[in-house]
């Protein structure tokens, strides 16, 4: 049996207000998203089991544990899932193969992800619209677009989900919203499976993840999961024009009556499209007489830093806050005042004819790509976990621009690889060490090869917690190495 008669009859409809108290919920993984479900769940007065493999959140199992959280803590606690469950809430990068996940899909016990449980938190009195982006890249800083667009607009707003504050601590919060900006991971839409959004896009779609995604149809069930964000979309499914397998998910999507497609290209829109006209971002979508013409809603200029792919997020942005009713000179604003988080493509430095750029936040071949794309010739820095994706067609298409590569990390044998097979005369370097110094030696390294005119870039194509803390903490040894590489102090940085 799963869990107690008396909540099941009502855990598949369960809002704010249903009969929490008599719920025993287990929360799988104690990290950001898992302590905010905790918290939220203990909100309710449901009765809570934390499980965690890891020792490192021994400082918040103390906290619940005062709140009367039951909390287990290292090796094997994971293993079994408790009896008398009523439902499991799980991090996102649990797999869906983990076996205290099997365990509970066995026993019929429901699972949600925090992104379920905020969208049951809201109902049915403390409902905010969503406007949500998801994508393999670009995720971060359309999310960061749109909320600066939305504030630029007048509205009370916040992004939250997967660019860090999970959303169901917004939902608590006393703020009103008007409306919440959510990125989401491919993982946590696989545990989505009630949420309806006001609007949403669909940036790319290319290999990622298929470390999680098991198996030969792994890619398939991947674009499966970013589909998810389309269903019951209430007002606009957005597209990139590009992808036309971003348009086929819009096509095939169970949407609310009345929503419409609406796509994003960096050339010259059809009607119902947002896209460029020499050097504008123009709306023909969310404009009555779009057949014949279309609205200015910012320059080419406002979009920084410049590069293809960051125009293409600022129009998805725009699409999304178009769609809610944010002025054109809320949009231009909106990118005027944008601030965004690091390491996307933030310069770390220009001295000797050389710029530096952090871009450590490229976490596979396509995000690196589009940081390659903006540069006509560069010092490659790669490499870290390749989570099964190639990095054979990025080589080959980029050959030409490369000064030189350096290559580490625990895949950096498959990215050399690639390097020796489709850029043969281009100069590599592979690093075996996983000492915290290495960052100098890379940097010392592709010091040496740059030449005037060219770029170092740490855009490494794979994701980072093989040897740092985070692909932040990544960008930040790169910068530190940087600074002591030229003899800059921080502030001129």
């Not at 406007?131 to 995720?139: D, M, R, S």
């Not at 054109?328 to 988080?341: K, T, V, Y």
């Not at 005369?425 to 940097?443: F, K, W």
Request: charged share 20%; net charge negative.
């Amino acid at each position: 049996m799963g869990g107690w008669t008396v909540t099941l009859e009502w855990i598949a409809t369960a809002d704010r207000l249903s009969d929490w108290p008599s719920a025993h919920v287990v929360v799988a993984g104690l990290g950001v998203s898992g302590f905010a479900a905790a918290d939220a769940l203990m909100s309710l007065g449901a009765r809570i089991t934390v499980l965690d493999e890891s020792e490192k959140h021994a400082e918040k199992a103390s906290l619940l544990e005062m709140l009367d959280v039951t909390v287990r803590l290292g090796a094997g606690a994971t293993a079994e899932l408790p009896q008398e469950v009523d439902l499991v809430v799980t991090s996102p990068g649990w797999r869906p193969s983990a076996p205290l996940l099997q365990q509970a899909a066995d026993r019929g016990v429901p699972i949600w992800g925090e992104t379920e449980l905020a969208w049951r938190m809201m109902h049915p009195d403390r409902v905010v619209p969503w406007l949500a982006v998801t994508g393999t890249n670009g995720k971060t800083t359309t999310t960061q677009m749109l909320e600066s667009m939305l504030r630029a607009g007048g509205l009370t707003t916040a992004a939250v989900g997967n660019i860090g504050r999970p959303i169901v601590e917004a939902i608590l919060d006393e703020t009103a919203y008007d409306v919440l900006a959510v990125e989401l991971s491919s993982f946590q839409l696989h545990w989505m499976h009630t949420v309806e959004m006001h609007s949403a896009v669909v940036l790319n779609l290319h290999p990622d993840h298929l470390e999680w995604y098991e198996g030969a149809d792994g890619y398939e069930r991947y674009v499966a999961d970013k589909a998810k964000i389309y269903t019951g979309v209430r007002h606009a499914a957005v597209y990139n024009v590009a992808e036309r397998a971003t348009e086929k998910l819009v096509e095939d999507a169970e949407v609310t009556e009345g929503a419409r497609a609406i796509g994003f290209t960096t050339g010259i829109p059809a009607p119902s499209m947002l896209g460029v006209v020499d050097d504008l971002l123009v709306d023909r979508a969310f404009v009555a007489q779009r057949k014949d013409s279309a609205l200015e809603v910012a320059k080419l200029a406002d979009v920084t830093p410049y590069a293809p792919h960051n125009v293409e997020n600022a129009l998805a942005a725009a699409a999304l806050a178009r769609s809610f009713g944010v002025s054109a000179a809320a949009i231009a604003r909106g990118l005027q005042n944008l601030e965004l988080a690091g390491h996307r493509i933030q310069t770390v430095a220009t001295a000797h004819g050389v710029t530096w750029i952090d871009d450590s936040k490229a976490t596979n071949p396509h995000a690196a790509n589009s940081a390659m794309n903006a540069f006509p010739s560069f010092v490659w820095i790669a490499g870290g976990q390749a989570k099964g994706t190639d990095f054979d067609e990025l080589v080959r298409e980029h050959a030409s621009q490369m000064r030189g590569a350096i290559v580490i990390g625990i895949d950096r044998v498959q990215v050399a690889d690639s390097l020796s097979r489709h850029a043969p005369e281009v100069p590599v370097h592979v690093l075996d060490s996983t000492e915290s110094g290495l960052m100098d030696e890379v940097v010392a390294l592709a010091g040496g090869l740059a030449q005037d005119g060219d770029v170092v870039l740490l855009s490494p194509g794979c994701a980072s917690l093989d040897m740092f803390t985070s692909y932040g903490d990544r960008g930040e040894q790169f910068s530190a190495a940087v600074r002591r590489h030229l003899h800059q102090p921080e502030t001129e940085l």
